[in-house]
């Protein structure tokens, strides 16, 4: 293995959403700065506030202090990070991995499916969450499921299967989602942020409203006129009524991408 300079290693990141940003945000806390981002057209993150997916639509956002903006093209990747931005770019097909030839890829999709990943992407591929195999798809595997493994890192084999629970917040796990009612457009005069109350409708689709089951804050809303399919996640209520914690990454985000950074030191920190 080619010895590198930490800071100098370029890492490519599949998604932009809440725990690709998680990641991102670690890495590049920790001098790994040369961090690009691909997404998709029109993305669908849920705690928007935290995801640099929002520079898609925005041109730029900031979670935590850390900027990132959109770029058009693989060469204003170099700009961006001679300005301390992370870049995101709309790739959905990832063709930028194999322009700019990354010494990682972290596929942070979270899509419960490998939708494409292949070892020959970079040096060290890493795959989060259910979907992957190690050492046949991805080299390793980042355990996504809460509980006693979280952040984990897996050599062989497959991270747990996707449980469909959500974490449990003050007792409440599925009632904290809301999901839409149909297919169609999701409308909503609410923000992030806002206090809503059990029963209330926080928006709608194609006229279906969207109520919640519990009292608490919209800690995390898709964006206004997504089309959005039936059993969607669209949004999240969050029984704490904590007004911050709608603008930082979540310690789920933070111990994945704990994950990720041991991951790629014990590959390149020699």
Partial sequence: MNKI?????????????EMA??????LYKSNIKKIFMMEIENPLAVRRKVSFSEAIHNDKTIVENIKAVKVSHIN???HAWNEKNIPIIVDPHWKSIKKIQPHVVIDAIIAKQNLGTTLNEASLVIGLGPGFTAQQDVHMIIETNRGHNLGQIILSGSAQPNTSIPGTINGFNKQRVLRAPCA???NSKLKI???VKIGQAIGNVNEKNVNTKINGILRGMIKIGTYVK???KIGDVDPRKEISYCNTISDKSRAVAGGVLEAILRKYNN
């Fill in 76 to 78: 204003e990747i170099n």
């Fill in 230 to 232: 039936k059993g969607m």
């Fill in 5 to 17: 300079d930490i800071n100098k290693l370029i890492i490519g990141i599949k998604s932009a959403g």
């Fill in 193 to 195: 942020g806002t206090i």
């Fill in 21 to 26: 940003t998680g990641v991102a945000f670690r």
């Fill in 184 to 186: 169609g457009y999701f």
